[in-house]
């Protein structure tokens, strides 16, 4: 691998840890659990600061000469309470699987001229990175010139303190999604979900069985797309109902927070102090 | 929205003096592999294999149900895009875990994550 280590060991942004560890609360805080877990009020700061944030990169640009589409993260309320996909995408398109052409990607916005150049004056050039290497071993590799990394020092204070918040809440829900899904509150609560969905003539295993299962019917399905397609959005919609008539997004989100109150002490400290750099972050802005 | 906004115009201040020369604070850094640029400019990339290396998959739209190819097979990912976050997912249809990652940003081993061969569905913003 043809990685140079530049620069390494005593300088912010790199390290398995920070320096200074503060104790583990014996308990940590309802912000704190919100923002491991991405649920609660978190969904809504974090999606003011990200609003935030590309405004400011987008003035940096302009300032630079350039014309940048970047968007925000659309805010979605569904994940206050532990659903991912929020309703109004069910309600539209189903699990995606009968849409007439690939979703369009919004990196088809915006201008393609120059694009070395504002991808330069963005991103900073290509080979100029930091790594964050996480308490588990995951490393995270990030620009650290050009205007959205101005743009998340403006509001962070420094790119550190950026990416350990962008990433290690995330990593350790990851990590509490795979516990909860073995647990036996939430095994109880699919076999609800089951049937439920079966009372409605649907047999499936989990939500993901769905998808699994369409995909392979639709192998020999001859009807029309839009036909298709209007199947499958009463199929999601039985699904989301159930969901959430037994509970089961809630359920999941509420075991992920109690297990988030038993993640070693190092971890505990380590959110709590970023729980706390967030709240400042989310000053700046108002 | 506005107060946002207006708020905002104040911390752009301290950005425009960066902007205009001062040095960013120093970093640990690391040079890009060449293998990162493999992948075209607008597209979020996977690899079979750490370190962004064997069978390569480049998307720019939101994919529902990732190629077999590459569905469960991804043991690194790549943003490079640069209008959007990129957001990978655990299940197709944007369901599951959810794994977000910046422009520009890159992973090089998904496996300490627990996300090596794991990743089905792909959404952008």
């Known amino acids: 691998m043809l990685i140079a280590v530049l620069a390494v060991g005593a300088l912010a942004g790199c390290g398995d840890r920070p320096r200074e560890v503060s104790p583990a609360p014996g308990r940590l805080d309802e912000a704190t659990v919100d923002m491991i877990t991405g649920s609660g009020d978190y969904a809504d700061r974090h999606h003011r600061v990200d609003v935030a944030e590309v405004e400011l990169t987008r003035r940096c640009m302009r300032a630079a000469g350039f014309t940048w589409a970047g968007a925000a993260n659309p805010a979605n309320p569904e994940a206050k309470e532990g659903g991912g996909v929020s309703i109004d995408y069910l309600r539209r398109h189903g699990y995606g699987l009968s849409e007439e052409s690939a979703g369009t990607g919004p990196e088809k916005f915006g201008p393609v001229v120059d694009d070395t150049a504002m991808r330069r004056a963005l991103l900073g050039a290509e080979d100029d990175l930091v790594e964050l290497r996480s308490p588990a071993g995951v490393r995270y590799r990030y620009p650290r010139q050009g205007c959205a990394a101005r743009a998340s020092i403006a509001i962070y204070g420094d790119l550190d303190t950026w990416a350990r918040i962008s990433y290690q809440p995330q990593e350790l829900n990851l990590r509490l999604g795979v516990q909860a899904k073995t647990d036996p509150r939430y095994a109880a609560k699919l076999q609800e979900w089951r049937d439920c969905m079966a009372a409605k003539h649907y047999s499936y295993d989990s939500p993901n069985a769905i998808v699994a299962g369409l995909t392979e019917a639709y192998r020999t399905d001859r009807r029309p797309l839009a036909e298709r397609r209007a199947a499958e959005i009463t199929i999601a919609m039985q699904d989301v109902s159930c969901d959430k008539q037994v509970r089961l997004s809630v359920t999941g989100l509420a075991i992920r927070r109690e297990n988030a109150q038993h993640l070693d002490a190092a971890d505990r400290a380590e959110m709590a102090r970023l729980s706390t750099l967030f709240a400042t972050a989310e000053r700046k802005i108002g | ?125």
């Open chain 2, 1 to 125: 929205m506005k107060r946002t906004v207006r708020r905002a115009a104040i911390v752009l201040a301290a950005l425009t003096i960066t902007t205009l020369g001062l040095a960013v604070p120093a970093q640990a850094a690391v040079a890009a592999p060449t293998a990162l640029a493999d992948c075209p400019s607008s597209y979020a990339c996977l690899w079979v294999n750490t370190n962004y290396s064997g069978t390569r998959w480049q998307g720019m739209n939101a994919i529902a149900t990732l190629p077999s190819s590459i569905n469960n097979r991804a043991s690194s990912a790549y943003n490079h895009g640069v209008n959007c976050e990129v957001h990978w997912y655990e299940g197709s249809n944007y369901s599951g875990g959810q794994l977000n990652q910046p422009r520009g940003n890159s992973i090089p081993d998904l496996g300490p994550l627990l996300w090596g061969d794991l990743i089905s569905s792909m959404n952008w913003c």
